[in-house]
């Protein structure tokens, strides 16, 4: 049995799930009289398994021999307040990169993947990178893809300067709640989140398909950047995930874990799973397309998604101002 953990990390237990000390331990927790402990807290046990204790949502493939965590709807909640989460990855090459080492300044995170247009736009990004970096602007790029080298040639061709992650188990995606790439997040001097994800290109290239100018984007940064002012979408609130949207990461990492075994059938089972918890999310249903071999910008799966998301309004997609 492979369980893969809230950060995508994978742990052998050979005893299964059944063998609650390996899975607490795997999970960071110890097993003891108490209930499940770590540094000075426990947590109490009162009859549930290792999982309901610890607020995560499970998915089991038992035949395949792999399962998958993720955070409940509650607990995710309960780790974001307002701040802005950890977020510890690595490049393209398997370098450590962490969001966090931009601590202290006005900071962006910017998403985008290989299955998507904006792979084209690191080098827009990097022009606004030039323009901003002496007043205090920092940015975070991170591609969501199931595989580092689907993301090397668009990081090469786009010669970017600032940090480029690769998150394979988009932890990115649970911890600031993305469903959608090219979005943004803006973090303040405090590590406060000041706008939630909102679609934001890096240029114009593919402004028919999005309809948003990317002008739009950038003029806001730059008034946010320079004099403090946040624009009024800022002040909307963040989507708040349920137990089935979280539910969907844990299948999509049983299916990103399956495709690199080779199983791309067990995969698209479990993609179809995330897809039906989380309809209108982007980094499932395009990523999944381009993970189990599918053409995510022609093919007739993508296009079906995309006339059926653009006929029901386009939801998830937040304009930037």
Not at 231 to 256: G, K, N
């Amino acid at each position: 049995m492979i369980l893969i953990d809230v950060d995508g990390r994978e742990h052998p237990l050979p005893g299964g799930l059944e063998d609650e000390p390996a899975l607490a331990g795997a999970l960071g927790w110890a097993l003891k009289l108490e209930g499940l402990c770590r540094d000075e807290t426990c947590v109490p046990l009162l009859g549930r398994s290792v999982t309901e204790a610890l607020g995560l949502l499970l998915v089991h493939d038992e035949e395949r021999g792999v399962a998958a965590v993720a955070r409940s709807a509650q607990v995710h909640r309960e780790g974001v307040s307002g701040k802005a989460p950890r977020l510890d990855l690595q490049d393209v090459d398997g370098n450590p990169v962490s969001f966090d080492d931009l601590s202290g300044q006005k900071r962006v995170l910017v998403t985008w993947a290989s299955w998507c247009g904006c792979r084209h736009e690191l080098a827009g990004w990097q022009r606004l990178q030039d323009e901003l970096a002496d007043e205090g602007l920092r940015l975070f790029s991170v591609a969501l893809d199931h595989d580092p080298e689907e993301s090397r040639p668009w990081i090469e061709a786009g010669a970017p300067t600032y940090p480029v992650a690769v998150d394979t188990a988009h932890v990115t995606a649970e911890r600031y709640g993305i469903t959608n790439v090219p979005s943004v997040v803006w973090v303040d001097e405090d590590d406060r989140i000041v706008k939630p994800p909102t679609i934001a290109p890096g240029d114009d290239q593919f402004v028919e398909f999005t309809k948003i100018e990317s002008e739009q984007h950038h003029e806001a940064l730059r008034r946010w950047v320079r004099e403090g002012v946040l624009p009024e979408s800022a002040s909307a609130e963040a989507h708040e995930r349920t137990d089935a949207e979280q539910r969907a990461l844990a299948e999509r990492r049983v299916a990103a874990h399956l495709q690199r075994q080779g199983d791309t059938d067990g995969a698209k089972r479990h993609l179809a799973a995330a897809q039906e918890l989380a309809p209108w999310d982007w980094t499932v249903r395009r990523g999944g397309i381009a993970m189990t071999g599918g053409d995510p910008f022609l093919g007739e799966e993508f296009l079906a998604f995309w006339e059926q998301w653009d006929g029901s309004g386009r939801p998830g997609y937040t304009p930037t101002t």
